[in-house]
């Protein structure tokens, strides 16, 4: 049985007061009954304190609504759309580089060089969200990308954290890794995050919510598997098979490597991926920022399902759901 902490107070006070009734014949009655009463109040002063201190650390009441705003942006026809997939990619453009994740993407107006091509009208978007909600942007950014994995049916709830520290210093340009290094390079980058091998194969699955404009010119706009409205294992079925529509070097490269080719077999597993995916990408949305006392407010992210196809919902998310609309 769980009780909740006002009904625990309640406990205790009626508790208190029926020692004191007992207590009504014994001579040294005044005594007694402060001492239980003060014990009550300090039990009760307690608990309120522990109710303060949890309440500092309650997710702001905002994040909810921005939670269900991006919901109805990011998901199209119950499936993630072009705005989501580009916040998925804006986060780990703005975390991987310079400081980490700090929103100097959209404050140093880093979207604008060439290795951030495709991500302004997201930086954009994303910004004006921040503004809009007066929320930070380095969180802002983040619980778009963690809104947008939401989006697409299958997308796992990875950790939606605020309390970031927000920068204008641009970070230097280089460190986005590119699709034409080798995977020798692309290893070293990540390595140079805390990121293992099998992290980065696991990261890269992120490309199954992938539509590619700049990589592969002459098949601008096609996705990176066949499904990128949705959160499925044909990326690495596809890319290790060759049939997706299009495909990274970087990724083919990573498919074969010996460092990360069994990793990217075994991904082909929807739950052995989850499994490697979720705490790297928890990881790759704090760099930078471990160390700061970060609120949490994934109970705010909304999944795809919603409204769509409730029922198919986990259950747990369903009790969350009901909880946040009361
Ligand atoms: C080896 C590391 C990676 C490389 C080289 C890489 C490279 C690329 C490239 C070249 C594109 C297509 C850009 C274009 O031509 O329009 C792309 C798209 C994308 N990437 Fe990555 N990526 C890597 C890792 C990641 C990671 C770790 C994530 C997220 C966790 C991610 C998320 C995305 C998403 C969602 C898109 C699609 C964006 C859209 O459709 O607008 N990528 N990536």
């Not at 998925?88 to 100097?104: E, N, Y």
């Not at 290795?115 to 778009?144: C, H, P, S």
């Not at 970070?171 to 390079?185: M, N, R």
């Not at 495909?247 to 080719?261: A, N, P, Q």
């Amino acid at each position: 049985m769980r009780l909740s902490q006002s009904s625990l107070v309640f406990l205790l006070a009626t508790g208190a007061v029926q020692a004191l009734s007992f207590d009504n014949i014994s001579s040294n009655i005044r005594r007694g009954a402060d001492v239980a009463v003060s014990s009550v109040k300090s039990t009760v002063h307690n608990l309120f304190d522990r109710q303060a201190s949890a309440r500092k650390s309650t997710c702001p009441k905002i994040w909810s609504q921005i939670g269900s705003d991006l919901r109805q942006a990011f998901v199209s026809g119950g499936q993630c759309n072009d705005d989501a997939r580009a916040a998925i990619r804006l986060v780990f453009h703005d975390c991987i580089s310079g400081a980490g994740c700090d929103g100097s993407i959209i404050l140093a107006k880093e979207y604008l060089r060439s290795e951030n091509r495709g991500l302004e009208d997201i930086a954009v978007k994303v910004g004006n969200w921040a503004q809009q909600y007066n929320v930070g942007t380095a969180d802002m950014i983040a619980f778009a990308a963690a809104s947008g994995i939401s989006a697409c049916p299958g997308g796992p709830k990875i950790n939606a954290l605020v309390g970031r520290q927000d920068s204008y210093t641009p970070a230097p340009e280089g460190q986005i890794p590119s699709p034409k290094s080798s995977v020798t390079k692309l290893l070293s980058q990540f390595a140079a995050r805390g990121f293992s091998a099998t992290d980065m194969a696991a990261l890269v699955g992120a490309h199954t919510a992938a539509k590619q404009f700049f990589a592969v010119p002459q098949k601008a706009g096609q996705p990176l598997d066949s499904t990128p409205g949705t959160w499925d294992t044909k990326f690495y079925s596809q890319t290790l098979d060759g049939s997706a529509p299009v495909s990274l070097d970087s990724d083919v490269k990573i498919s074969r490597d010996d460092r990360t080719s069994a990793a990217f077999q075994r991904f082909q597993s929807q739950a052995a991926w989850a499994a490697a995916f979720v705490p790297a990408m928890n990881q790759m949305t704090t760099i930078g920022n471990s160390g700061q006392s970060l609120v949490d407010c994934t109970s705010s992210i909304k999944s795809a399902s919603r409204g769509v196809a409730i029922r198919a919902a986990p259950l747990a998310d369903r009790v969350r759901e009901a909880e946040e609309q009361k």
